[in-house]
């Protein structure tokens, strides 16, 4: 029941790949490597080079026509493609390796955080593209003020617009790397607003990736929540907008196989419903509870510590429900509640529950 | 119907002339330009010059006492007159171009990222000037303490008040150029405090900025959305608050002609609804639907992938409902419940819904 | 009615003294002053200390043994005594005018805003504390760590553990004087972890603070506007929560005589009601509107631009009410919309609303 | 009633020898210390290592078999056996008292914060992964074009992938340190673009970490603040949703025996319900309200000035209302409102609130 389970096809023929050669690209670009590790490496490259002109044939063989193949062979085609000509066209030999740094996007191929970012920028593309021309404005405006006024202090730094614009940019995102300083009193006091503006600036362009974020992970939880939610008997009696409000409230949580949930004597600060797999209650009478039972009630209605420990039978999927929203829960839907407080009185009684 | 769209007089008259000469007025600060380029850019300089001297006349004519001119006319003047005078009265020929960076203010003088940017200052005037005295206060009692500390070990950089303000607000905003670095004990204590208040007073600052833009950009979204809204006909039969409700939840999109809006076996996690253009639904008849319909629907009641690819038949403009607010809405509003459903159950029977 | 304010006397004895003296202060500090301008600012310095003394004496006058004069009256006497002991006293004649610096505690003695940080900080304290030791054991981790990679490659940098946490400390708050560097492999990478520790730690910082603040100010909002919303006759009608839903939506604004609160032709996105003053409805037949009075709902209600342009009559204070919160108020409050529509439709028949 | 209180045990054998300890550690890796200081704090490291001996055999007696026992006695073990071993095996006689450095752990073992961080972090595990993977992938690009672009130019800084990764993670997280700077345009376009990628991916992290902190820091608070409501009579005819609306609204506040909770003539902005202790009201007519009592209401029902001075009489738990939420309790439940409002009135028929 808890076999160490083999590794699937797809860490084998996705995640190690990618990560072993760009290891390689890595390590290849120090130039005083020992050549029998850089013939080593470079042997990596090719049979990983080689492993992706199987899986483009693969790609093109299983998905002939479908919809949405095209940026996966895109994908494909590069991986195999961009390290081949470097080696027919690179006049530097360091170029062939480096070229293997395209292979980076096969991850991101099928990863989800990847597609993740593409929506928020694409839902925030207008929000982003005006913070980029506020950001584009106060850096035009700060590199002329800066060159106006250092540029016969310190020609180096200050003496044409473009260099002004490299001190504005690592002033504005208070980087400061120090290469370039203004001295005058009057540049000085720019560099001060610069950075307050640039603080203004990224707070806005972070604010608004933020929340995207959270907003769109808000929404896919959702939808991820809502199909444990109906799996339980509990809640089909719910109308939309209640179990709406319950599917916010609930936590998901994998628990493997043996874990520990609550133990005796713990202060409960949650209860469980569980959606897949069965719990083992370590009671006078030990019990075991299925898919849509649930358990860890009675420490909230009473403010007691837990009464039994509840351990994972097999690996379990819960939903687990803290104090406030279970108050909440209770509160509005009476049917819900007279049945968990029938169930935990039933239980007390048994001295069962948990 | 895609027809390559003929460039709009005003990008011709507004965007290129500041794009180009800022352009130019960049490139003209590189002091080892060819003699040739020079004279070219200086020539773009000139043209845009006369440019803007007709687009004065004409505000002058077009808008004689209108309400609101004041700004406009003053921006106007300025990218005439700044340039002129510098030609007339500078003593150094390189600030001649630079005068004509005046002319950023061409493209803030109607830019609603501009107009929201000096909405949100004003609104938030109070706050910010508290946070700026906040500032002021900490980068003295820095300074002061500072220049107290380092002053005789290290005069260059400590050697006075104004110097260690330097040093104060350098760090303040943990930018770091490290030219200015306290030596002794006290002084290093110190500077770590300084770090710790800055990144709280930049906090305060960056949190008035960034909360004040979501609240005005909330606000205006929801003037534009109201209009989009009450062009939708299954709404018009809500009274006001709900109407509020369903602004916030829908998102306005934009979709051009001949995109993909859902495809055939995706998972949906939303419906739309027409306000503008046409959309055509691939389904074994395949159907047109028009201003003041919606689609999509199905995939949110039955949980199921889509049953049909929907592409834009025109130019659309859509406004789309999440799952989770779907939900909600249904269960508000049983009479828009019943048609949604109702129209689902025939388009399930007919084969055709999305 | 729009004369020049004289000059309140407390901008005279509080505001002036503080700002000319802190200046004094800052210049005198630059050593190579000439020495009229060095005996022109000690002077300054001497009539301001006299000033204070004036005012100590008149605080202890006026408030003999009044509840909450202890801090004020320690304010007063360090303002006094702090300058008077370090010229008694100091060995550098630097640091007498440098003593001065304490009168920066003047302004903060009756400063809502310092009183404002005082209480967010008391409020969060337990929080505040919490991140202070996370980062202190951050700190402590990193230094150690630090010592213990680069202590014998850069014996001058990370030669003790103090050494080892000045660099921590400024590479945890991402400001990076780049004074200490870590140069092996070991030291780089815990440098990346502690960036990313830092951008943690400041992070709860600012989020603790900047959430504290916006609680408190919501809360001593809510206080200033509810005596505002009374003094309007038509919200007398409500309860308690309704009321405080109105409270919140309402923004108050103060508009100096003369000043136009909106504009004929302009899209209409606020109503306001009138707290105090008057303003001119410049119609057809000119109207003033006074105290409790209300205008600018015909655009809500319409969604058509501003029909009249409205002036400040005198010093106004409106509150404002958005769009959005218009249509929530009227849908809960029946009777409000009655009146409000009522009038609007009057006004429309008149051709008068704005 | 005010005595000093007795430092308890679990300061002298929990902070002081962590903090003296830690502090004897800092001070030993200063190279320069006199042998007579260096062997007082040798002494003070071995008598500290002795009470963490008593310390470990204490926990394998008093605690012999009970659960989550593992990590305290870990945490134990590892104080006393890290400093043992490296005392037998450390070559480098610096490392001995390096190794001392593990007694961090101790205040650790029974920290709330910490536990805090560990359940924020296992809370947000796949956000935080999903955004160290966005990290990496920014880091690998950014630095295989950096090197692409200025190796060259610049062999010590960009000459080998890993050393450009170097200067991207310190420009990544805006520390920028300044010793690795690229020249070229290219570069320099590509450091700008790091900085504002760096922004956006810190700003997710710092979003993700501070409203988990937040989250947990609301659960936690709930959980405590429901015990303290519950013990006030007055809210015992509550059902669970109004009670859960109170708990988030009320403050909860200890003072100290003594100190003045409010001072006759100052504006009340809340009211106070006493939960433990006892509080002396200065009226004409002196009385002590006890535990379930409540005061300060009167300020909030008329909105004038606290009528009387109200100090604690023993040390006091107090829970605070602010004025906002008063008004919506009392809307929301007309018995509460009546029993306040009666007992106000009574009050000020007696001149005895405040």
């Known amino acids: 029941m808890t076999a160490w389970p083999i590794p699937r096809v797809s860490v084998l023929t996705k995640a190690l790949p990618v990560a072993f050669g760009l290891l390689a690209v890595v390590l290849l670009?120090?130039?005083?490597?020992?050549?029998r590790t850089r013939l080593a490496l470079q042997t990596l490259l090719v049979i990983i080079w080689c492993v992706y002109i199987v899986q483009l044939i693969a790609t093109i063989r299983t998905r002939p026509a479908e919809e949405g193949r095209g940026a996966i062979l895109i994908v494909d085609l590069l991986a195999v493609a961009v390290p081949l000509a470097a080696f027919l066209v690179a006049s530097d030999p360091?170029?062939?390796s480096l070229a293997c740094g395209v292979w980076i996007l096969k991850p991101l191929r099928d990863s989800t955080a990847f597609r993740l970012v593409a929506k928020v920028l694409a839902n925030e593309a207008r929000n982003l593209i005006g913070v980029v021309s506020i950001f584009g404005i106060v850096l035009i405006v700060a590199a002329v003020i800066a060159y106006f006024v250092e540029r016969d202090a310190q020609p180096n730094s200050f003496g044409s617009i473009p260099k002004a614009m490299w001190w504005a940019v690592v002033t504005l995102s208070t980087t400061g790397y120090g290469d370039a300083i203004p001295q005058s009193l009057a540049g000085r006091v720019l560099a001060g607003l610069v950075m307050m503006c640039g603080i203004g600036v990224f707070a806005l362009w972070a604010g608004i990736l933020a929340s995207g974020f959270?907003?769109?992970?808000?929404?896919?939880?959702?939808?991820n929540k809502w199909q444990l939610v109906s799996a339980v008997p509990l809640f089909a009696q719910l109308g939309a907008p209640e179990l709406a409000g319950i599917v916010r409230a609930l936590r998901p949580r994998h628990v493997p196989a043996g874990a520990v949930i609550c133990r005796k004597g713990e202060t409960g600060d949650q209860m469980f419903f569980i959606v897949e797999g069965r719990v083992g209650v370590a009671a006078a009478a030990p019990v075991e509870l299925g898919p849509g039972a649930f358990f860890g009630e009675m420490a909230l209605i009473t403010g007691e510590?837990?009464?039994a420990t509840v351990t994972a039978a097999s690996a379990v999927t819960l939903l687990s429900l803290h104090s406030l929203d279970f108050q909440i829960l209770l509160s509005?839907?009476?049917a819900i509640a007279e049945t968990i407080r029938s169930t935990a009185a039933e239980r007390g009684s048994a001295k069962l529950g948990s």
């Open 29 to 35: 670009s120090e130039p005083d490597l020992a050549d």
């Open 94 to 96: 360091r170029d062939v």
């Open 214 to 223: 959270a907003e769109e992970v808000r929404r896919l939880d959702f939808v």
């Open 305 to 307: 510590p837990r009464t």
């Open 332 to 334: 509005h839907n009476p």
